[in-house]
């Protein structure tokens, strides 16, 4: 079997890539591309993988067939068409884009090209959210009403993620992925969000400000109200719990606990019983983003089987409303109906 030929743009984050890729039987990495090239001197790569610090060089190469773009998301817009039109098949780090206008342009390219266009909201692959989903649908807890997540971290915001407008602080960048998540397991898309935010010790966030703690509402077109709440300032490893009430019964959960895996509780059916996600994280491919391995191998499944993508650019253009309702509210202390 021929091998899907790759290429990876941006090598900080991109080395998780640029690992699966090597991982994968079916992938051969041809070409890494960053401004840096130390980064890509301190990959422990085979002889023979090309190096570019100008990803044109990739686009005009017709001997690949798939590119992850993995650059700060106020450069996922023109990379992306720049790949999807030299025909690359493109994952693309998540969010899809700063502005809905640029994902629209995406949108577009994936649509003229007929490629595929995967977008990175990796947990959406995980066993973790799989098992979540499962119990939503299968009725066992009932209806759902509520969806929460808490995330409780401590990090000190860089460079481009000290900028609101380019998505910056993990409100929005690390944040997507929940809101994406929640909005899956409400089994409605969001209609109203209402968001509280601030600086610590101040009452809220100026247009250009990133709060580093924040509370934001939820209700769902079917009704299901969700809450995700928040602090980058806070020590603590284990930064995660959510969960799912239902009108017969709860989940109650940890996405990285035990083995950054995730393990439940599920109360349903009158009982109590504990779900540990049982996955070997281990060796070379232990990553600390929930589905990673997974949406790696769903990609190749997709080049190479015409499987349907799982999480597509409509995906990306729903969480971009989202981020741009929560921005709004932040701002004008206003609920705001998408
Ligand atoms: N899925 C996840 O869990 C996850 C985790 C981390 C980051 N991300 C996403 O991955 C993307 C990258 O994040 P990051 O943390 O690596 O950002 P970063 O700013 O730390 O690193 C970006 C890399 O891209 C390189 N770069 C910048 N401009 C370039 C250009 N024009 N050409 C080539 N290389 C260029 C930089 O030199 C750097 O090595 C973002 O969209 C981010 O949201 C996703």
Redesign the pocket.
Known sequence: MEKVRYAV??????R?HVEAIMNDPRAELVMC????EE?FRSLELPSGVDFT???QQIAIRADLDAVV?????H??TD?SVMMLSSGKHVL????LAPTLEEGLRIKEAVEKSGKIFQL????RYSPFHQKILEICRNGSIGTVTNVWWNMFCNVQN????LDRKK?GGKIF??G??YYNLLENWAGAPAKRICAFGNLLGKTGPTADQIPESATIMFEYENGVRGVFTFSEKCPNLQNSTCGVAGTGGKIEADPYYPDECGSMDIHANGGQFQYHIDIKNTGPLKA??LG?REQHTAFMDSILHGKEVYVDVNDGLRVIRILDAIDESLTTGQVVTL
């Open positions: 743009v941006g090598l900080r984050h991109g998780e591309c960053d401004l840096e980064r610090t100008d990803m773009i993995s650059l700060p998301t450069l996922h990379s693309c780090e998540k969010p990175g909201y990796e947990v860089r460079g481009w993620r998505r960048d690390c997507c992925h600390l983003h990673f």
